[in-house]
């Protein structure tokens, strides 16, 4: 199954500004945790749970969560 050009884009758009969010989230935690806690970098954490739910919403945008819509 194939998606239309404009859904495509709309997903990749959305795919985008998720990573771009998740990335200039994470630097103010970096920089959070190097000024009061440098010593434990529990900004790892927030990375660990981000990046799969980053991996999901790609597969999603690639269509691979999609029925086939055609036959059954």
């Known amino acids: ?6 859904e ?3 997903r ?6 998720h990573v771009i969010v998740a990335l200039f989230s994470l630097l103010v ?3 959070v945790n190097a000024i009061f806690t440098s010593h434990y970098p529990w900004w790892l954490w927030v990375l660990m749970v981000w990046m799969p739910l980053i991996a999901a919403h790609t597969a999603w ?3 691979l969560f999609d029925r086939n819509k055609e036959g059954s």
């Open 8 to 10: 495509r884009m709309r």
């Open 61 to 63: 945008s690639m269509g």
């Open 1 to 6: 199954m194939s998606l239309p050009r404009e």
């Open 29 to 31: 935690l970096i920089a």
């Open 12 to 17: 990749g758009r959305s795919v985008r500004l």
